[in-house]
């Protein structure tokens, strides 16, 4: 057993690691719900048993700085849930902070350096305080003999405790010997063994549990505390009776006969040194943890790399074409000549959307992951900057693709950075314009028309326009004379090379721009919008796709080209009469449909597509919303039919094309370009004004 | 092959191997282990408001791969392409592009002695991209260097297209 302990640790550990991370996480969220006063008892426990969690596989693995502090940090989660410490602002804060340094040893641990000796000393100071200068250090209770209960702590009780494991715990990880070492470090533990229920050799299955212990233990710690050992089995695991009584021990008498036993028990805690953990022990968190924070909740999941999903994506996606491809062939069969092939392939087409969907809803991931670092942030921030700040949080729960996740962070924490710094004003100052003294940031996801929108909005000042345009002068952005709607003026802290600040500051001045949180967003295929008003406070709209790899288009041709136009920029197509098409001075062509004016875009003019039709009565006019919600008619000659399109990028071999936000093949094997629609709209715009 | 020159050992620490190709009447050779493969023309996806030498996106098993017309790019105006028109698929800087000419005309082994350096040329614009010329069986092949060309070409075009 020994022999492959080394090989198979480091996979343990790896499992270890990437559970400690989600705990870790787990955690913090359920502290910040805390904080908020809407946490519950519950909460409390969860967190308790995420650092316990923790604590348990770093034993294992014989992280000594990492279990130190979990230790503490468990106790004083332990003191808190039992009432003992009242749970103020502080107490949370200090919680969010041990949290974050919990966090730094794991992650220590994980890259196998060291930190400072003092690591979180302060934390652990104030901790200790916290819990009365109890005992807090682990490493007495592994090295001395459990006979040295705390001498200042309340009166000794003794407990009785009958443990009958379930036949079938060894199989989910729990092991016996680690919980009566627990047991054992809570006060003086005699230990019987029974081994009635043991079958002949012949009969015994290695992994079943045969044995049950009665146990009395003499502690100071109170029922809680023995609770907490048997937290993980308590149920359906074992049978666990728990007695209080001041009798002596019924028990100890016979523990010293306890001799022979069983072949694959643990040998008794007070003769047992405290050996390495073997990989059973090891595997320990894999089995105990999930079950640890989701607590009733069974649902049952598996750890897939995510390159194997990845690989499965694009296979799909390389389905959809041929889908589309053996569509295309068949298009010329009716169901009267063909009707087995028609219906096959309706039903082929019917199963791989759902395929997709679904394997798409695989590296869906809620947002959550993404929200959860924000109240940190905020707190931290709004301490910085002395701003009283309120952070909601709504659709939490929305699911977009893993990599959007990842791709999003870095410019949701700026965006939230820049509402704190430039946004929000500071207390005095709010006062004096009417506004309450806490600012509010909102942090909002929602699901609409198959895109994810994303918005973080404060009722602070607002973009400073005056300032953002004089700035914009002087380096150059703008040209002097130039006339810009609020809206573009607006737009401007985007631009390459922009930057309010008028001083960086430690908070907002980090060297990225509002440029490369655009960047960013586009890079994942979403657009960034802000609307701002001044006094009001400014909201940042981010508008992102729901998946990266396959989309609903409309197949338009214009010229001799094909382009798909994404389906939920659609609102509708019509060919319009002479009435309802104009060309008016300075606007370009206009179109009136049912007492709306809208500006009709010839897109052969801004593409400059030659052969294309050019009277807006003889083609098509497909009207379009942009994420702005503003609507556009986009003249097209004649729409050609929807079809599912895999999105192809155009960067990977080239560079983006404005106008044009990915790239598809059709079902002929050709190539058709996607159009981004306000990208579009911009283009239009600029072309008009160089008229 | 079939250039009856006594050919250099291939590989050997002082000669390299480029594939030659023309266009109109001049050769050019690119380094053969930039390349990718060589396919027919195929009709591309025009991309719009890019230069006149950029010929669109074909798809290459599933790739998105855009497509230079090496004439235009040097001035010698539009390839009429057509069936027996030739892409050169090749791979710079972690991208795959294919770029248009007429014909593949050679494998060739010099040795880099027999590389001429190119003499400067005022009127020349891309002599950059050249990085020497060499004389096989009495004609002259012009080496690119691609990461040189598409260096400038993709960068360029990056900034014009942030403007």
Redesign the interface.
Same mark, same amino acid.
């Given at each position: 057993m020994s022999d492959d302990q080394g090989y198979d640790l480091s996979q343990f550990k790896a499992t270890y690691f990437e559970e400690c991370a989600e705990l870790l996480a787990m955690a913090e969220e359920t502290i910040a719900r805390l904080q908020e006063g809407s946490g519950s008892d519950e909460d409390l426990n969860a967190v308790f048993r995420c650092v316990h969690s923790i604590k348990g596989g770093a034993g294992a693995f014989a992280f000594d700085d990492l279990v130190n502090f979990a230790h503490v940090l468990e106790t004083a989660l332990d003191h808190l849930r039992s009432g003992r410490v009242a749970l103020t602002p502080h107490m949370a804060d200090l919680m969010v902070r041990g949290n974050d340094v919990l966090g730094d040893f794991v992650r220590a641990a994980q890259a196998g350096t060291a930190l400072p000796p003092n690591h979180g000393a302060d934390i652990l100071a104030q901790l200790n305080t916290l819990i009365g200068g109890e005992q807090t250090t682990l490493k007495p209770v592994l090295a001395t003999p459990p006979t040295a209960p705390p001498a200042s702590a309340e009166a000794a009780k003794t407990f009785h405790i009958s443990f009958r494991p379930a036949p079938d715990m060894l199989r989910t990880g729990n092991d016996p010997l680690l919980m009566f070492r627990e047991l054992a470090g809570l006060g003086d533990l005699s230990l019987v063994v029974d081994r009635s229920a043991l079958p002949q050799l012949t009969e015994m299955e290695s992994s079943r549990s045969y044995l049950s212990w009665n146990a009395t233990l003499v502690t100071s710690k109170g029922r809680n505390a023995i609770d907490e050992v048997f937290e993980f089995v308590a149920g359906d695991t074992a049978e666990i009776i728990i007695t209080e009584g001041d009798a002596a021990a019924a028990f100890v008498g016979e523990a010293e006969e306890g001799e022979g036993w069983g072949l694959f028990a643990p040998p008794p805690v007070e003769t047992h040194p405290v050996a390495p953990s073997a990989p059973a022990q090891a595997a320990k968190p894999a089995g105990t943890a999930p079950a640890a924070g989701g607590d009733a909740v069974h649902t049952a999941s598996i750890r897939v790399d995510l390159d194997k999903i990845d690989r499965l994506v694009n296979m799909v996606g390389e389905l959809v074409i041929t889908q589309a491809m053996l569509g295309q062939q068949a298009s010329g069969f009716t169901v009267e000549s063909h009707p087995e092939l028609i219906q096959g392939l309706q039903e082929l087409s019917h199963h791989t959307r759902e395929l997709q969907e679904n394997v798409m809803a695989i590296r869906a991931q809620p947002v959550k992951a993404l929200f959860s670092k924000a109240p940190r942030l905020v707190r931290d921030l709004s301490g910085k900057l002395s701003k009283q700040v309120r952070l909601v949080m709504s659709g939490e729960n929305t699911e977009v693709d893993k990599t959007v996740i990842e791709q999003l962070s870095d410019p949701l924490t700026h965006l939230i950075r820049n509402a704190l710094d430039h946004g929000i004003e500071t207390p005095e100052e709010r006062m004096a314009v009417g506004k309450p003294a806490e600012g509010t940031i909102h942090l909002g996801a929602e699901h609409r028309s198959g895109r994810i929108f994303i918005q973080i909005q404060d009722d602070g000042r607002g973009i400073n326009r005056e300032r953002v345009l004089a700035k914009a002068l002087e380096k150059g952005l703008v040209e002097r004379g130039q006339q810009l709607t609020d809206e573009q003026i607006d737009m401007l802290i985007f631009a390459p090379g922009f930057s309010t600040a008028a001083e960086v500051s430690d908070v907002s001045g980090r060297g990225v721009g509002m440029d490369v949180v655009r960047k960013n967003i586009q890079d994942v295929g979403g657009r960034v919008v802000v609307q701002s008003t001044p006094g009001v406070g400014s909201r940042f709209i981010l508008s992102l796709p729901l998946t990266l790899a396959v989309m609903d288009g409309m197949l338009v041709q214009v010229g001799g080209q094909r382009y798909v136009l994404p389906l939920t920029n659609i609102v509708e197509s019509l060919r319009p009469t002479a009435q309802q098409a104009r060309s008016l001075v300075d606007v370009g062509e206009v179109l009136t449909i049912r007492g709306e004016y809208i500006n009709l875009m010839p897109l052969h003019a801004i593409f400059g597509i030659e052969n294309a039709i050019t009277d807006p009565t003889k083609g098509l006019v497909v009207i379009v919303e942009t994420e702005g919600g503003e609507r556009v008619g986009l003249l097209v000659d004649e729409l050609l039919g929807q079809q599912q399109v895999v999105i192809k990028s155009l960067d990977s071999n080239f560079r983006p094309v404005q106008g044009i936000s990915a790239a598809t093949i059709l079902g002929d094997g050709r190539v058709a370009l996607i159009l981004d629609v306000s990208a579009l709209r911009q283009m239009g715009a600029l072309a008009l004004a160089a008229q | 092959m079939q250039n009856a020159a006594p050919a250099p050992e291939v590989q050997t620490g002082g000669t390299r191997q480029f594939i030659s190709f023309t266009i109109g009447d001049e050769e050019y050779g690119v380094d053969i282990m930039a390349i990718r493969e060589i396919k027919g023309w195929t009709?591309?996806?025009?991309? !719009? *408001?890019?230069p006149q030498y950029m010929r669109? +996106?074909? *798809?290459l098993r599933?790739?998105? +791969? !855009?497509i230079f017309d090496l004439r235009s790019r040097f001035s010698g105006g539009l390839t009429q392409a057509s069936a027996r028109h030739v892409i050169i698929v090749v791979s710079v800087h972690d991208? +795959?592009?294919g770029i248009l000419v007429d014909a593949v005309a050679d494998i060739i082994t010099v040795s880099a002695a027999d590389i001429q350096p190119v003499p400067e040329l005022d009127h020349h614009d891309h002599s950059g991209f050249l990085t020497g010329l060499v004389t096989v069986d009495g004609r002259m092949v012009a080496l690119l260097d691609l990461h040189q060309l598409f260096d400038i070409e993709?960068v360029a075009?990056?900034i014009t297209?942030?403007a």
């Open positions: - | 009709a591309s996806t025009e991309l !719009p *408001n890019t669109g +996106v074909i *798809n599933g790739a998105i +791969v !855009p991208r +795959v592009i993709l075009d990056a297209a942030a």
